[in-house]
Nanobody, 126 residues
Framework: QVKLVESGGGLVQAGGSLRLSCAAS????????MGWFRQAPGKEREFVAA????????YYADSVKGRFTISRDNAKNTVYLQMNSLKPEDTAVYYC???????????????????WGQGTQVTVSS
C-alpha cells in the first residue's frame, strides 16, 4: 500500500509562485509513475502533470505547460509541483496520485491512478 500526503498549498496573488510537495510512504517510491491533478469548484478533476519512475520524462496539460514543473526525489520519496506565473483559473484543490501499475508509461487518465492524497487547496487571487 502507498500513502500520499500533499502540502504547500495556500493563497497567492496572480503572477506568484507556489511549490506543492507530496510525500509517499509504503511501496518503493521509484517504481511507479506519479501525477498531479486538480479540481475546481463545480468542475471535474483534471490532469495537470505526471512524471516517470526515474524522473526522466514528464508530461503536462496544455494549460500549465511552460508555467508548472513536476519533479521527484526518489531518495526522499517526494514528488513536487513548482507552479509559476499563477493565474486565477489555477485555483483548485490539487491532488497527487500514484499509478501503481508495473509499467513505465505516463498516463493522463485519472482512472489509472490507484492511490490519491487528500488534496491541498491553491487559491490565486486576481
Amino acid at each position: 500500500q502507498v500513502k500520499l500526503v500533499e502540502s504547500g498549498g495556500g493563497l497567492v496573488q496572480a503572477g506568484g509562485s507556489l511549490r506543492l510537495s507530496c510525500a509517499a510512504s509504503g511501496r518503493t517510491f521509484g517504481s511507479y509513475v506519479m501525477g498531479w491533478f486538480r479540481q475546481a469548484p463545480g468542475k471535474e478533476r483534471e490532469f495537470v502533470a505526471a512524471i516517470s519512475w526515474s524522473g526522466g520524462n514528464a508530461y503536462y496539460a496544455d494549460s500549465v505547460k511552460g508555467r508548472f514543473t513536476i519533479s521527484r526525489d526518489n531518495a526522499k520519496n517526494t514528488v513536487y509541483l513548482q507552479m509559476n506565473s499563477l493565474k486565477p483559473e489555477d485555483t483548485a484543490v490539487y491532488y497527487c496520485a500514484a499509478d501503481l501499475r508495473p509499467i513505465p508509461t505516463i498516463t493522463v487518465a485519472a482512472g489509472h491512478y490507484d492511490t490519491w492524497g487528500q488534496g491541498t487547496q491553491v487559491t490565486v487571487s486576481s
